[in-house]
């Protein structure tokens, strides 16, 4: 039986900030797996989308409350005269239903490599290591460059695009879930509001249950149980 799922996090509006609330909430939900010893994989950890692979042995709650947006409120580090801004972040989990029996035809796929930027060192900068695949009939593309070599970030690429492929063809005759889907991942602005994150007032208000809870740093920290068992 797979009970495996797939995290989706994307920046929402917001510029820069939306960026650092992405990483925010990435940490947030590593601390959470290891706190409660959630088995994960990192699939993906880009500036502005991170891919996790969870396993789904942990509440329910996770699973169905946390896709939507999440919003953060706060002062950012470049905002010279101490002014509040909101930025978004987008999440999506959706079950992993890859095909073992999917085959891609190596002719419907476009390979681009270039030179990886971020962090990483000098080493990061002096190869061709990322990887931009694009699935021809579907116009479906996966950027890589967290890996070192060409070849990890190759191999990472595949395996999410299979995944993405695997998912479009399941949902292409089912027009809710795409239209929820895309609601979620390419109009986050204007998708359903999960939680608030207010780092003046150190307050988190949930939009599912419109309970406050002043405990953001622990929250923020990965003690989701705080709101899971609330």
Not at 50 to 73: A, L, M, P, T, W
Not at 125 to 143: D, M
Request: proline share 1%.
């Amino acid at each position: 039986m797979n009970n495996k799922y797939i995290l989706e996090i994307r920046q929402g509006i917001g510029g820069d900030e939306a960026i650092f609330f992405l990483q925010d909430l990435k940490k947030m939900y590593l601390k959470f797996f290891q706190k409660k010893k959630i088995n994960y994989k990192l699939l993906l950890n880009l500036e502005k989308e991170i891919i996790i692979e969870i396993e789904k042995n942990f509440y329910d709650n996770f699973i169905f409350n946390e896709s939507g947006i999440h919003r953060v409120q706060r002062v950012p580090k470049n905002e010279n005269q101490g002014r509040i801004h909101t930025s978004t972040c987008s999440i999506f989990i959706i079950k992993n239903t890859n095909n073992k029996n999917f085959i891609i035809n190596n002719n419907d796929l476009k390979i681009e490599t270039c030179k990886s930027s971020g962090s990483g060192g000098q080493h990061v900068n002096t190869t061709n290591s990322a990887v931009k695949i694009t699935h021809l009939p579907t116009k479906i593309f996966v950027e890589c460059s967290d890996e070192r070599s060409q070849f990890l970030n190759k191999s990472k690429a595949i395996k999410i695009l299979i995944f993405r492929i695997n998912n479009y063809i399941k949902d292409k005759n089912n027009l809710e879930l795409n239209l929820n889907r895309k609601n979620t991942i390419f109009k986050s602005e204007r998708s359903k509001k999960i939680r608030t994150y207010n780092f003046p007032n150190n307050k988190i208000i949930n939009h599912i249950n419109n309970k406050n809870y002043f405990q953001l740093n622990k929250i923020i920290d990965g003690d989701l149980d705080i709101i899971f068992k609330n």
